[in-house]
């Protein structure tokens, strides 16, 4: 997780992520279901402490696509002042148009968020970081933003996800990337260790059940998670190809577990959770 990582020549311009997820905005809750397993899990902890703490004070959602956790935090009530905070215009006017107007909106990039220091009191950040050229900047700003006592709550996606996709493409259509980067899980516990010292880190396996190759292809695209590096071929996915991919998309295993027809894809989750001992500094 470093500024200059192996894969910089090939990330995604910042313009092309906030593009993809504007573009996607309408249909991205349709499809966002592992966004709400991972995010259910990680509202579920947050919404315990800050019961069990009478915690009030202020929210930032961090990268909050069309709000959908932006308002459930609301809901814990006027002790909550919430922001959501997000990269692509279009996701936060959307975002804006369905909420409480009690809800700030603020379109900016997690790797210099336009707060000052020391003022907020949680941040959640549900499947964003995997989507900044630099995750570790955006560790910082949590750590600089956060109040001492503030808590940050963030999930992400690391190597390993969607690996039956990637063998399939690898198959299809040698030479060419079609599946974002995804970070070493060692990598991003080196990081989240140094950064953010004492944060509880548990990562978890997810596999998903998809109608076919195609249904899994189709509901990135309506989330606007599809591929996006720079350089990338305009026709990747023409027709021919996509058939061809299909034809090597691993069938699953029999078993109880597996599904009858369709396939699966894996996820490979990490939830971080922090409590900022001392703001700035690293304790
Ligand atoms: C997978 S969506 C998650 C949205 C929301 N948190 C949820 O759980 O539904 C990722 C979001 O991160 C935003 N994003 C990507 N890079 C960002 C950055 N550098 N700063 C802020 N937001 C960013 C995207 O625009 C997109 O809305």
């Given amino acids: 997780m470093s500024a200059g990582s192996a894969m910089s020549p090939q990330l995604a311009s910042k313009a092309d992520i906030a593009r993809g997820f504007g573009n996607a905005r309408a249909t991205y809750e349709g499809a966002s279901r592992l966004q709400r397993l991972m995010g259910n899990t990680m509202l579920e902890i947050v919404q315990s402490q800050t019961r069990q703490s009478g915690f009030s004070g202020r929210v930032l959602d961090l990268g909050c696509g069309t709000g959908w956790y932006t308002r459930k935090l609301a809901e814990n009530g006027p002790a909550f002042f919430v922001m959501g905070m997000d990269l692509s215009p279009d996701m936060v006017a959307h975002a804006g148009a369905n909420a409480s107007p009690d809800i700030a909106w603020v379109t900016a990039d997690a790797e210099a968020i336009p707060l000052p220091n020391q003022s907020c009191d949680l941040i959640f950040s549900n499947l964003m970081i995997q989507w900044c050229a630099n995750p570790v900047e955006v560790l910082r700003e949590c750590r600089r933003v956060l109040k001492p006592g503030g808590r940050l709550a963030v999930s992400t996606l690391l190597e390993g996800t969607l690996r039956e996709l990637d063998q399939a493409w690898r198959l299809a259509d040698p030479g060419q990337t079609h599946i974002n980067r995804f970070e070493p899980e060692a990598v991003f516990r080196e990081a989240v260790s140094r950064e953010l010292p004492g944060a509880e880190i548990e990562t978890r396996n997810l596999r998903l059940p998809y109608a076919s190759p195609l249904a899994l292809a189709a509901e990135l695209k309506q989330l606007g998670a599809g591929y996006k590096q720079a350089g990338r071929r305009r026709t990747l996915t023409a027709p021919s190809r996509l058939r061809a991919m299909c034809q090597h998309y691993p069938k ?21 959770y922090w409590t900022c001992r001392e703001s700035g500094d690293k304790t």
């Fill in 252 to 272: 699953p295993e029999t078993g109880p577990a597996e599904p009858q027809s369709g396939v699966m894809a894996s996820y490979e989750a990490a939830w971080v």
